[in-house]
């Protein structure tokens, strides 16, 4: 392999050398090149609450809203964050069974997952997950539904701020909407391998 | 009449099949189309800075792999490089064999397919698994992908039903939801016995290591999740500078492959699971893969290494539409695997020299190209290149007579002038076989050779 480093790279050199001049790097400016046609609404969060819902996600109001809209859909046992359970749990009496640590060899028990997103996309509806914050890479995709729990504070306009501020988590994930497919004759279907339900919560 | 290979296949491809091509990649295209332009007041300026961005990458190559290697290694990942599809092969299975691990789910890598991955894993009695619903279903089938991002476009749903049913996936059923929630169920669990994840890569930031992957069905990110170790197979190409450039591919890519504001799942992955997450690779391996790259590098084709493979050529190319992706014979189908396949091929170039003619060179692949790859002209050295060393090419109607013609202004004005006859005559009466038969179905125009020279003449006057 190290033989195939080299020779790889030589390659490369032999293959560039002719060229006079290399194409130089461009520079561009997020603001004006990459500006789209969109008039922002005043408030991130409208602008956020009308994208994902143009994906078919929602923003739910709070855990009494989550409550109400899992018992409306019948899906009664789910995960959530050990961090967030001593705020959510006074909203969850019967019939509902929540658990705080995901077992792998359980999937398909889990209609809910609750998890703390890092931020999100305002332009697109976007929910931001990374290692550190989001407390099981699983719990947020196996459920049918998944809900995370966002501080208003990192809801960014632009997909430009967003890549801005990605940091250095070794794992971040953009979540927009249900995971989708329209591999069969291009009919949208959600829910493929992940959620077919995607909603926020923001916390001040 | 003699043909080429690519002619050959679109000609026996069932009405039902072409039907499906067509259907699909006309609704791509219109859907992208509407969404690049409503959103941006210039979409072409956006394409041609991204271009010019990958212009750059692939012309300084030399000093972005080096720089990419160390910036993983410094982040916790393995660097493999891979000269050859066997090389690549070996690496995957070397990594594999060193953790005692059997199984493994792949998504969104082309390469693997392109260096044949799933057969020499199974010689080696090892599973590997496709879990893009298209991509499963085409495993299923022992078939081939006929797109870059719609790989069953060229199925409908009658035998898609068919094949999940001969493989025990439940009984007859043709409902695009049931097919769905039935792969669900049946891939989630062999995400969770795999030991081994393999992704491709959509970009790889050289600046910080990013891996990013791109997948609409969130099947990435389920491999990521449930296995323990990460493979990522990238072809060296695709690198993009900085972090910021990903601002500008993001937002290139979900809108030219299918007219979305943004691809559902898009993952940073910098390295193994961070501490104190529950779940994920605890290991990740990168393989740089050559496998003829280099060899591309070194043409005056080197433009199609811009390629982010977007599909978005294929989908408003009209012999794509016509023909299927299988007639191109090649992972990479469309306009830009007939530049790409051949190139790809080095010394065997004359194996694939007929996919450079697949085209009417409308140039409708080169207005589309997020990353502006001058397709046409590429195509256009491609077939100056089959000419030099001398490839055959049965089917190309014989210019000799009309050189002949066009070089001798004498004989060119008579040729005008009987050409006039065609107006009076019958056709159905012309002894042309060829003529005849294309007669029977359309109406000639009327002749109106030597009005251009009239025209030029009186001009003169
Ligand atoms: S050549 Fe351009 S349009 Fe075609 S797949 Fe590649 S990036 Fe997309």
Redesign the interface.
Known sequence: ??N??E???A??????RP?GE?????D?E?GV??A???SPLADPLAEFTE?IRA?NGEVLAGPAALVESLRARGWTHGYCDPALWPVFAPFFGAPFTVETS?D??R??DYSFGITRGVGAIA??G?IIL???TS????AA??PWAHVAVIPRSRLYAD??SA??A?G????????????????????L?E?????GFQAAIFTD | MRTQPIDRAAAALPAETRASVYDGSKSGYDKRTKVLFDHYADPDRLRELAGEVKQHVVENLDTYLPALEARLLANGAKVHWASTAEAACEAVHGIMKARGARKLVKAKTMVSEEIGLEDYLTKRGIESLETDLGEFIVQLDHDHPSHIIKPIMHKNRRQIAETFEKNGLGAYDDRPEEITRRARGFLRHKYLEADVGLTGANFVVAESGRVVVVTNEGNSRFCLAATRCHIVLVGIEKILPRDRDLGLFLNLLARSGTGQHLTVYNEFISGPRGAGQPDGPEEMHVILVDNGRTEVLATECRDILRCIRCGACLNVCPVYRQSGGHAYRSVYPGPVGAVLSPLLLGKRFPEKADLPKASSLCGACNEVCPVNIPIPDLLLRLRDRAHREGVPSPGTPPMGAWAILATQPVAWRSALLAGRAINYLPTALVPVPALRAWESKRTLPPWRGGEFRRWLKARRK
């Open positions: 392999m190290t195939d480093r020779a790889i790279l390659r490369v050199r032999d293959a560039l060229l290399r194409a130089p790097l461009p561009f997020e090149d990459l789209r046609n969109r994208r994906v995901f792998r060899t999937v398909d332009e697109t976007t990374d290692d550190a407390s099981s890479r699983l995709l196996a997909l430009p890549v801005a990605l250095a988590d070794p794992n971040i994930v953009w979540c927009t909407g249900p995971s989708k497919t329209a591999d069969v004759e291009g009919i279907i829910g493929v391998h992940g959620p």
